[in-house]
């Protein structure tokens, strides 16, 4: 069975950094594109960052760039999404998410992240 975990959200104050990680357990992680959303109140799912499975290239959205920094462990286990420099507006709910082809797709439940101004 598949299964992604997602942690380390919290509170954190402008300014401040929290890293988040998606524990998956029924596969390799290494052969999927991992990628992580947020979803805000009020407002649609997005994109923020994701990893190419092909050469582990990384693509973050503008409103994140150079100040999250998305990773993988060479234990092909767990993947990160390191924020720092974080902004009210980054307060949501970020999950997980991998995908391999089309149909085959795989989301965490999410975690909270509140940014205090």
């Known amino acids: 069975e598949v299964q992604l975990v997602e942690s380390g959200g919290g509170l954190v104050q402008t300014g401040g950094s929290l890293r988040l990680s998606c524990a998956a357990s029924g596969l390799t992680l290494y052969d999927y594109a991992i990628g992580w959303f947020r979803q805000a109140p009020g407002k649609k799912r997005e994109g923020v960052s994701c990893i190419s499975s092909s050469d582990g290239s990384t693509f973050y959205a503008d409103s994140v760039k150079g100040r999250f920094t998305m990773s993988r462990d060479s234990a092909r286990t767990t993947a990160y999404l390191q924020m720092n420099s974080l902004k009210p507006e980054d307060t949501a709910v970020y999950y997980c998410?991998?995908?391999?082809?089309?149909?085959?797709?795989?989301w965490g439940e999410g975690t909270l992240v509140t940014v205090s101004s």
């Open positions: 998410n991998l995908s391999r082809a089309p149909g085959v797709s795989y």
